[in-house]
Structure formats: C-alpha cells, structure tokens
Nanobody, 124 residues
Framework: QVQLVESGGGLVQAGGSLRLSCAAS????????MGWFRQAPGKERELVAA????????NYADSVKGRFTISRDNAKNTGSLEMNSLKPEDTAVYYC?????????????????WGQGTQVTVSS
C-alpha cells in the first residue's frame, strides 16, 4: 500500500503560481511512476503531467506545457507540481497518482494509488 497526501492548493488570480506537493508513505515510492491528474466540474479526470520512477522522464498535457513542471524527490518520498501562468481553465481538483506494474505468477498486476485531491481555483 502507498498513501498519498496532496497539499498546496488554493485560490489564485490568473497569471499567478501555485506549487502542489504530494507526500507518499508506505511501500517504496521510488518503484512507482507518478502523475498529477485534474478533474473540473462536469469533466472527466485528465492527466496533466507524469514522471518516471527515477525522475528521468517527464510528460505533459499540451494544455500545460511550458507552464507546469513536475518533479520528485525519492529520498524524501515526495512529488510536486509547479504551476505558473495559471489560467481560469486550470481550475479543478488536482490528484496525485502513483502507479507500478509487477509480475505475480506470470500475470501483470498494476498497483494504482490516489490521493484525496486538492482544490485549485484560478480567478479571472
């Protein structure tokens, strides 16, 4: 089991910045890829940014490229999402996710964990 706790959400004006943090506890965090997802009212949850287990590879949704930066510190079991030049359309609940696949008797099992979410509201 991995427990994830997000923090850092809040209300910010358009053009402002926020930094979200994800604190992990439980099993070895460094085994897991990590992602930040968001869900706005009436919309599906979408992947915003992802980082590999070692931190060597990152990916971003087109809508946040150049504005958001994902990072992690495996020594501290933490991840973060730096959000700059925020827009009203970035308003959503943001979730931290940790995911890893492992082989069990020849079958691939995916361990998939979510935090409780943190609200980000960007006013125009």
């Amino acid at each position: 089991q991995v427990q994830l706790v997000e923090s850092g959400g809040g209300l910010v004006q358009a053009g402002g910045s926020l930094r979200l943090s994800c604190a992990a506890s439980g099993r070895t965090f460094s085994r897991y890829a990590m992602g930040w997802f968001r869900q706005a009212p009436g919309k599906e949850r979408e992947l915003v940014a992802a980082i590999s287990s070692t931190g060597g590879s990152t990916n971003y949704a087109d809508s946040v490229k150049g504005r958001f930066t994902i990072s992690r510190d495996n020594a501290k079991n933490t991840g973060s999402l730096e959000m700059n030049s925020l827009k009203p359309e970035d308003t959503a609940v943001y979730y931290c996710n940790a995911k890893a696949a492992r082989s069990v008797g020849g079958y691939m099992v995916v361990d998939d964990y979510w935090g409780q979410g943190t609200q980000v509201t960007v006013s125009s």
